[in-house]
């Protein structure tokens, strides 16, 4: 039972640098999400997608791209990586987003960027 | 400002204590709200609490929340050491494009 699963787990890039960070889920949600967690800030919300076919903008969204390839893949893209952008990043699923939902969160395990 | 707040930031207890972790929050919107427990990987998620005053008990862990006063505590009884972890408290509005994360607090359990 896999669940969300992210690849890759580490990366270290050099700023400048492009890269996409893959997340896929088996368990036939409409919801996918982005976050970042740094350091005493919680996690922030980059971008998510309602359903497929479409995404929308969090609360950290600068510096990043994503694809809603399918149902199951969410993909984010870091253009030119900078410094900033060095943090871990979680995929996240959801059942269904919206005022009927009141379903958790499902969390991939991670992805350790470094930026240098 | 809308934001989660917890307390304490950190706490280290021996194996046995019993622990209780804080979360408030500023309302507008209020759906839900969320305790999740992170070990080194991904949160996987405790208790959704939804009505004031019901408790949600799992094993050692159990959660409560207080509308009125914006509140949630996590209580965990005898502690042990599997129980180290960042605990996030989560608050989510209409939609989940307004989910807020607390910072989250880390609890160390020695022997």
């Known amino acids: 039972n896999a669940g969300v699963t992210q690849t890759p787990k580490f990366q270290v890039l050099k700023t400048g640098q492009s890269m996409t960070l893959q997340c896929a889920q088996d368990?036939?949600?409409?919801?996918m999400y982005w976050y970042r967690q740094d350091p005493g800030m919680g996690l922030r919300l980059i971008y998510y997608?309602?359903?497929?076919?479409?995404?929308d903008k969090g609360e950290v969204p600068n510096g990043y791209n994503v694809s809603r390839l399918n149902k199951r893949e969410f993909s984010l893209r870091l253009e030119s990586a900078a410094p900033s952008q060095t943090s871990v990043y979680f995929c996240?699923?959801?059942?269904?987003?919206?005022?009927?939902?009141?379903?958790?969160?499902?969390f991939g395990n991670g992805t350790r960027l470094t930026v240098t | 400002e809308d934001k989660v707040v917890q307390s304490p930031l950190s706490l280290v207890v021996h194996e046995g204590d019993t622990v209780t972790l804080n979360c408030s929050y500023e309302v507008t919107n209020f759906r839900s709200l969320l305790w999740y427990k992170q070990e080194k990987k991904a949160p996987t998620f405790l208790f959704m609490l939804t009505s004031s005053g019901i408790e949600k008990k799992s094993g050692r862990l159990s959660s409560i929340l207080d509308k009125k006063e914006l509140f949630s505590i996590l209580n965990i009884t005898a502690t042990q050491t599997g129980d180290s972890a960042v605990y996030l408290c989560v608050r989510m509005k209409t939609s989940y494009d307004k989910v807020i994360f607390g910072p989250g607090t880390s609890l160390s359990v020695i022997p």
């Open positions: 368990m036939n949600h409409n919801s």
């Open positions: 997608s309602a359903s497929e076919g479409t995404t």
């Open positions: 996240a699923s959801s059942p269904s987003q919206g005022a009927g939902s009141n379903s958790p969160l499902h």
